[in-house]
Each structure stands twice: as structure tokens, then as C-alpha cells.
T-cell receptor
Framework: GNSVTQMEGPVTLSEEAFLTINCTYT??????LFWYVQYPGEGLQLLLK?????DKGSNKGFEATYRKETTSFHLEKGSVQVSDSAVYFC??????????????FGSGTQLTVLP | AAGVIQSPRHLIKEKRETATLKCYPI?????VYWYQQGPGQDPQFLIS???????DKGSIPDRFSAQQFSDYHSELNMSSLELGDSALYFC??????????????FGNGTRLTVT
């Protein structure tokens, strides 16, 4: 079956530090890959996505590249801000024939950015 | 832009009671997904509907049922509630089920507390 393994948290960084959150996946086919962010008390928001190998998703200074050879989709940001403090979920979506899409999530990584 | 609307935001029930959660997808989205997120857990897929028909089923207990109505809104019905059902319940919507470029959009969730 499909699975997503995320770097365990919590991660605490100082403002303007470089961020990497590792994500690797296992899938039987060719999944789409996503990063979702969950701010306290809120729902999941799509941060970025990539639908095929070597695609780079980017949004709000965050980037992640779909690496098929290493089955990875690591999230990076060059300079984090206090407002980036949230829980980050890596997820994949595969479309078995005849089935609706659904997301398989990683366990989430809590990021805290200190001023 | 319109988002996925879930109601109520918070719900407190006693054991063995029933609960109904509602989800209103983004306009023109025809697919609805339900997820359950326990405290500190990643979201787990419960069930999904496409064009008012159940399209996929995950780890949904037999005590739960759901449906999608003609206006595409969905309701999750939960009976004989147990303490372990306390969680954040997310609804997500998308347009279609086969397009990799149509990601899921999540609501802010309903927090169910069973006492």
C-alpha cells in the first residue's frame, strides 16, 4: 500500500533560518505529491504540489521537488518567519483505476519559529 | 474565494448519542471526502462521494454513515458515539476524481468531543 514518512518533529528554528522537512513515500504507481499546512485551530491548506517526477512545487517561499529516484519530496524554505509556525503534512494521492482520489498523509511535523 | 464550509465548528455529545456533521463543498466541486484527525495524529481517510455516489471507503466504522445530496453537500452521521470518536473531522472537496491537477481543498473541520 501507499505510505508517507515524514521527519519527526517538533522543529524549532530562529527567524530567517533555513528550513528542511524531509518526506519520503512508498507508492505502487505514479502519485501526485503535496505539502499541506495546518495553522492552530484551522483546517488543512494546500501549500504546494507536484504531479510528476522532477516537478518543483513552490508557494510563499516554500519549495519541494518530486524526486522519483529517491522517492522523496522534501520541503525547503530559505528564510522562515514567525508566521510559518504550523504543522506541515506531506501527502500523496494515487488514482487506482475506478477509484476516487484520496490522500495518504504523513504524521505531520510541528514547526515553531522563534523571533 | 469560496471555501469548504463545515458545520458545526464544535460539537459536544455524550456516549451513545448521535451526531451529524455537515459539509458544503466549493461551488462546482462534485467530490467530497471525509477525514478524521485524532489528537496529534495525521488525518485518516473515512469515505468519499462523487456525483452523489459513494466512490471510495476508508477506515470508517460501521456506526458511521454518510451521503452526498443533490446540491453536493454531504453529511456524516455518527451513531452510538464512543469516547474514541473525539477528534477533528475534516471535509474536503475537489472537482472530479481523475484530474491530478485538481487538489483537495479542506474545510476548517468540526471538533467533536464525546464525554
Amino acid at each position: 500500500g501507499n505510505s508517507v514518512t515524514q521527519m519527526e518533529g517538533p522543529v524549532t528554528l530562529s527567524e530567517e533560518a533555513f528550513l528542511t522537512i524531509n518526506c519520503t513515500y512508498t507508492a505502487t504507481g505514479y502519485p501526485s505529491l503535496f505539502w499541506y499546512v495546518q495553522y492552530p485551530g484551522e483546517g488543512l491548506q494546500l501549500l504546494l504540489k507536484a504531479t510528476k517526477a522532477d516537478d518543483k512545487g513552490s508557494n510563499k517561499g516554500f519549495e519541494a521537488t518530486y524526486r522519483k529516484e529517491t522517492t522523496s519530496f522534501h520541503l525547503e524554505k530559505g528564510s522562515v518567519q514567525v508566521s510559518d509556525s504550523a504543522v506541515y503534512f506531506c501527502a500523496l494521492s494515487e488514482i487506482p483505476s475506478g477509484s476516487a482520489r484520496q490522500l495518504t498523509f504523513g504524521s505531520g511535523t510541528q514547526l515553531t519559529v522563534l523571533p | 474565494a469560496a471555501g469548504v464550509i463545515q458545520s458545526p465548528r464544535h460539537l459536544i455529545k455524550e456516549k451513545r448519542e448521535t451526531a451529524t456533521l455537515k459539509c458544503y463543498p466549493i461551488p462546482r466541486h462534485d467530490t467530497v471526502y471525509w477525514y478524521q484527525q485524532g489528537p496529534g495524529q495525521d488525518p485518516q481517510f473515512l469515505i468519499s462521494f462523487y456525483e452523489k455516489m459513494q466512490s471510495d471507503k476508508g477506515s470508517i466504522p460501521d456506526r458511521f454513515s454518510a451521503q452526498q445530496f443533490s446540491d453536493y453537500h454531504s453529511e456524516l452521521n455518527m451513531s452510538s458515539l464512543e469516547l474514541g470518536d473525539s477528534a477533528l473531522y475534516f471535509c474536503a472537496s475537489s472537482r472530479g476524481t481523475g484530474a491530478k491537477n485538481s487538489p483537495l481543498h479542506f474545510g476548517n473541520g468540526t471538533r467533536l468531543t464525546v464525554t
